[in-house]
Antibody, heavy 120, light 106 residues
Framework: EVQLVQSGGEVKKPGESLNISCEGS????????IAWVRQRPGKGREWMGI????????RYSPSFQGHVTISVDKSISTAYLQWSRLEASDTAMYYC?????????????WGQGTMVTVSS | SYEVTQSLSVSVALGQTATITCGGN??????VHWYQQKPGQAPVLVIY???NRPSGIPERFSGSNSGNTATLTISRAQAGDEADYFC?????????FGTGTQVTVL
């Protein structure tokens, strides 16, 4: 059974750093792109970026380039979303999702989400 | 970048048909995928490439895409279909999501 299990919710202060994770299981982790998606409270979903675990090829949405870092440790089948300096506007639910393939470009499995709250 | 629009909410009587739309400029030229998300749960892919159902998705879910509008149709709506439904496309550089439509089954 394919599963993406995300790390737990976080409460942080502005300016702090943060690293959240997404562990894949039940499939060949290296062979599927993993994306990160943000959903702010009461808002729609926004694609942040995507990484290919086999070679760490990473693409960012222009809206998020330079503000977050996406990385992966394929040895433990885990992808990461990192911030060096959080802002209050980063308060949101964050999802990881597996890209089915580059022909279909749909996300066939999703993590349960990680709620990040940034408040002073 | 490409934009898609969805209505905020749709209500449907139990056993009737719900229609959810995703609008975009010449959206027929891209593949549209649909997801269902219930409160506190991960999204689930219910339709891919306009009108294809992944394994395990009931036949009551169907999709179409024409002109500037893609449509997700839920036939014989059940109480368990109450959820947020959102569309997604790939515009050749970015993945774009619709804002989501809340479906209420009356």
């Amino acid at each position: 059974e394919v599963q993406l299990v995300q790390s737990g919710g976080e409460v942080k202060k502005p300016g702090e750093s943060l690293n959240i994770s997404c562990e894949g299981s039940g499939y060949r982790f290296s062979s599927y792109w993993i994306a990160w998606v943000r959903q702010r409270p009461g808002k729609g979903r926004e694609w942040m970026g995507i990484i290919y675990p086999a070679d760490s090829d990473t693409r960012y949405s222009p809206s998020f380039q330079g503000h977050v870092t996406i990385s992966v440790d394929k040895s433990i089948s885990t992808a990461y979303l990192q911030w060096s300096r959080l802002e209050a506007s980063d308060t949101a639910m964050y999802y990881c999702a597996r890209l089915w393939n580059t022909a279909i470009r749909a996300f066939d499995f999703w993590g349960q989400g990680t709620m990040v709250t940034v408040s002073s | 970048s490409y934009e898609v629009t969805q209505s905020l909410s749709v209500s449907v009587a139990l056993g009737q048909t719900a229609t959810i739309t995703c609008g975009g400029n010449n959206i027929v030229s891209v593949d549209v995928h649909w997801y269902q998300q219930k409160p506190g749960q991960a999204p689930v892919l219910v339709i891919y490439r306009d009108n294809n159902r992944p394994s395990g998705i009931p036949e009551r879910f169907s999709g179409s895409n024409s002109g500037n509008t893609a449509t997700l149709t839920i036939s014989r709506a059940q109480a368990g279909d109450e959820a947020d439904y959102f569309c997604q496309v790939w515009d050749s550089t970015t993945y774009v999501f619709g804002t989501g439509t809340q479906v209420t089954v009356l």
